[in-house]
């Protein structure tokens, strides 16, 4: 086993040099956020996918977890290559998301694999399912829980709570903290799946705290919408 770590550590060592040269995991998955504005699930997905990556190469290193990140390695792949059922499930060989949920409990490794499950059972359609999975996942604070929220907020909307999609837009808007440019990016899409009342102010939060923003530019638009 310990051989087998070693071989999945290098295969990914040249990817976190270039990765960390680039400015880090907050950083990279930003990146993905402002260079797809559409923000599908596929690229929802393969953002968190290498953020995982890049984290369990550093558990391998500094935790004794090193068996269940060698596990998650192949489901990272599966997931990038949209394979949900093999990520989820596993293979012959290696151990699926869920699997390594349920045996890895507690651990760092057991969290990312909520989150990276919940995101493929999202791009199978099972939204209620892909509810259950991100919702394990514990709030960091970080950039990898915004995704959370924001994959929350796709999944609710699949099953027909807008509140409680709007409500998780929201949170993905002020996870890690509040900044110019993802912000009013996840305020427009809690705006949309608010009521009329709720929707003027997240616009108008928008409007007059994010002018630069993209979002800002057709924000009128919406506005009017809501009879603002």
């Given at each position: 086993?310990a051989?087998?770590?070693?071989?999945?550590a290098?295969?990914?060592?040249?990817?976190?040099?270039?990765?960390?040269?680039s400015?880090?995991?907050a950083s990279?998955?930003?990146?993905?956020?402002?260079?797809?504005?559409?923000?599908?699930?596929?690229?929802?997905?393969?953002?968190?996918?290498?953020?995982?990556g890049?984290l369990?190469f550093?558990?391998i290193?500094?935790?004794q977890?090193?068996?269940?990140?060698?596990?998650?390695?192949?489901?990272?792949?599966y997931?990038?290559q949209?394979?949900?059922?093999?990520a989820?499930?596993?293979?012959?060989t290696?151990?699926?998301?869920?699997?390594?949920?349920?045996?890895?409990?507690?651990?760092?490794?057991?969290?990312?694999?909520?989150l990276l499950?919940?995101?493929?059972?999202?791009?199978?359609?099972?939204a209620?399912?892909?509810?259950?999975?991100?919702?394990?996942f514990?709030?960091d604070?970080?950039?990898?829980?915004?995704s959370?929220?924001?994959?929350l907020?796709?999944a609710?909307?699949?099953?027909?709570d807008?509140?409680?999609?709007?409500?998780?837009?929201?949170?993905?808007?002020?996870?890690p903290?509040?900044?110019?440019?993802t912000?009013?990016?996840?305020?427009l899409?809690?705006?949309?799946?608010?009521?009329?009342?709720k929707?003027?102010?997240?616009?108008?939060?928008?409007?007059?705290?994010?002018?630069?923003?993209f979002?800002?530019?057709?924000?009128?638009?919406?506005i009017?919408?809501?009879?603002?």
């Amino acid at each position: 086993m310990a051989e087998k770590v070693k071989k999945k550590a290098k295969q990914v060592e040249a990817e976190i040099e270039e990765f960390e040269g680039s400015g880090g995991i907050a950083s990279r998955l930003e990146e993905f956020v402002l260079g797809n504005r559409t923000l599908s699930l596929s690229i929802l997905g393969g953002a968190v996918a290498i953020v995982l990556g890049i984290l369990g190469f550093r558990y391998i290193q500094q935790s004794q977890d090193g068996e269940a990140q060698t596990e998650m390695f192949q489901a990272i792949y599966y997931s990038q290559q949209d394979s949900t059922s093999l990520a989820l499930n596993g293979d012959q060989t290696n151990l699926g998301l869920l699997d390594i949920v349920s045996d890895y409990s507690g651990t760092s490794t057991a969290n990312q694999a909520a989150l990276l499950a919940g995101i493929n059972f999202l791009k199978e359609g099972d939204a209620g399912s892909a509810i259950e999975y991100l919702e394990k996942f514990a709030d960091d604070g970080s950039m990898l829980t915004m995704s959370k929220y924001a994959a929350l907020g796709f999944a609710y909307q699949e099953t027909g709570d807008q509140g409680a999609a709007a409500r998780s837009f929201e949170k993905a808007a002020n996870r890690p903290q509040t900044n110019k440019e993802t912000t009013p990016f996840w305020l427009l899409h809690a705006g949309q799946a608010y009521e009329a009342g709720k929707a003027l102010n997240l616009y108008q939060e928008i409007k007059q705290e994010y002018p630069l923003s993209f979002e800002a530019g057709t924000i009128d638009k919406y506005i009017g919408r809501v009879g603002g």
